[in-house]
Structures are given as structure tokens and as C-alpha cells.
């Protein structure tokens, strides 16, 4: 460390800043200041606690409005809701699926679990979301037959759906896009989940901008799509009858994980201008800064502000940054590593540009709760600015 009391080192090394008796600021935790009280009490007095009951449907008509989408489908998280998106787009066995390198581990393991093998593709440095002309030479090198192309809104950043489903209807391959984070954002004036081809997935579990406790859902304009998802996530039964005609799943949300949703969603436009206003505070504090830079944001996208990441200049940075955060009790972690990296996955194929890689050991995340207060945010850049 410099002697130097000017240099970057000694500044960050200054002792922690926590105000005597300030709480410690959480990274991301459920705002349940709505109706979520009052609709659960709902369940328990209407005996409506499983996975059947008024809740649920009411549920799937709001996210399926927000999302700008004909259908909703609740399920029972987001990882299943992506995986019978696959499925039912046609997905099987033996095929590779488009994924993007960077991403949360749930991606690729949908697709495993249908028996399909991720195909990863770098992001682009502008939108750290799937490269559409990374995806196209991976499209021609692959040497199984594709199923799909998964391009996920990774923290509320939409990708570039327009290029990528040119590509996708060139091949005739169907996009089931990962929006596990991104409800409420926006891909060039259109709400994620609007022009599904053919289906749209959502999560909702508890550190979502909009949680349903745990849950998931998949959003279609496609009526039997809809109906077929609905089918398999209920072990393939029609109606009453014990009668099974395929093999299916239970992947149903409750009606309680659906009440709190739903009450949630009610505040989704509040909740998401609380998001978005803490990300641009924390875009212009990092303006300029040569250690830190804040994600970027595309000129086609209206992120939803989930998750407030910054791309550290190397890992040591990254590790202070944590600590400093951590000693003004402050909640920062580090955030996705490159998928291809994951023993699970080292030889799943790629088709990579080195942009993921550069994300090794050096993304942050910083708090972004909707309900953190102007004065605990002003405690987190007052750390950022400590490595401007
Ligand atoms: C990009 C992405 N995909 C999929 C998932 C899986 O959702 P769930 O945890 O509801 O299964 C998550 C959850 O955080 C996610 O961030």
C-alpha cells in the first residue's frame, strides 16, 4: 500500500464510514408494504392455501398485463417455468440450446435437465446481454441440431430481441427468453414479455424487484402454448379423471405465493421508479471513474434497475470494494462468474469473443432494494466515490 495519503489505495484503506447506530444496508430484500398482508390473511380465512384458488389466476392475468403478453402461466419458480418453456417450444434430448456465457447458473440448467446441452455465446460489452452475431457463428458451428435461443435480460437489461429473433425465424428456431429479472423493463418502448416467440419466462423469488415469496411464470401470446404449459405443469391431467396420457410435472404456484405476487404487483410501476432512480444514482457517481464502471445501458433498453452491478478494472479492486462495503455496513457481493468457466459445464461448447471472461472476479453488486432510503444510498456512494 502507498504512503502517499493522496493515492487510491490510502483513500479506500480510510477506516469504515458506518454512522454510530446506522443498520446495516441488505443487497436486495423483499418491499412488502402493499396488500400482501391482507391477501394472505384472505387465504388462510378462505382455506385457499394450496395450488389451486382464486389468487392464482388474478396473479396471471396482472403479470401477463405488465408484461404485455395475451397468457400467464404461474408456476412454481423460475427455473421450471424455463424449462417447460422448452420443453413445450420443442426442445429435446441431444439438442444444443443458444445461451448466453453470462447469466445465472439456472439458465443452463434448465436446459440440462431437459437432456439438451447449452451452447454458450459471449455478450456484448455495450448491453452484457447475447451477442446476436456471436450467436449466428455458433448457430453454423454447432454439431448438434439446435432446439432454441435463450437470450436472458440479465439484471432487467433487455437483450437485443430484434436481431435475435431475425436469426431465430431465419433457422426456424423458437426464442424462449430468460426475463427471470425483468419485469417492468422496457425493449424499445415495449414492455419484456411483449412479442413472446413463443414464450417469455419471469422469476419471482425473494430477491426480485417483484417477489412472490418463491415463483415463476411464462407469458405467451399463444393460446395453446398457454394451455399445453398449464397441462404438463399439472401432471397432465384433464379435469377430474385420473388419467394421465404423457409423462408431466408439478411445477403449480400456491395460491399463497400467488397472494403475495399479486399484491406486489400491484406496485410494480412504484417499485420499479424506486429501482431505476437508485441505479442512476449510482451511474452518475460512477461517471468518469477510471476503477469502477457501472453497467452500461443500451440505447434500445429501459432497464428495470433489479440489480445494480459495477465492472471492477481487476479482482482487487473488486475484493476491496466488498470489504470497504463491508466495513461501513454496507451488503456488496461479487456477482455471476462466465458459465463457461463452471466445472459443471466445462465442456459444454462455446462460441466466446473474451468479453464474459473479462466479468471474472470483478462484478459487484451494490444494495438496490426499492425500499433503501435517500440517506442509506448516499452511505453506498459515499464508498463509491472512494474508488472513483
Ligand atoms: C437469469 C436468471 N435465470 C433464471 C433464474 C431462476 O429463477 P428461480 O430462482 O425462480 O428458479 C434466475 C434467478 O435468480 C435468474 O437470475
Redesign the pocket.
Known sequence: MSADPQSAAAREARPAAAPAGAARIPLSVPDLRGREKAYLAACVDDNWISSAGPRIAEFERAIARAAGAAHGVALV????A?ELALRVAGVGPGMAVIVPDW??V??ANAVRHIGAEPHFVDVTAESWTLDPALATEALAASDRPVGAIVP?H?LGHPADLDPIRALADAHGLPVVE?A??AIGARYKGRPVGAGAAPAVMF???G?KLLTAG???ALVTDDAAFAERARLLSAQARRGDAYRHEELAFNYRMSNVNAAIGLAQAERLDEMTAARRATAAAYRGALDGSRRLAFMPRADWAEPNGWMSVVHCADAETAAALIEAMDAAGIDARPFWEPLSEQPAYRDSPRTLAGVAARFSGRTVALPCSSSLAAADRARVIAVLERFR
Open positions: 419458480n423460475g427455473t421450471c424455463l447469466t445465472f439456472a439458465t436472458v440479465a430468460d427471470a429479472g422469476s419471482f423469488n430477491n418463491a415463483g415463476g
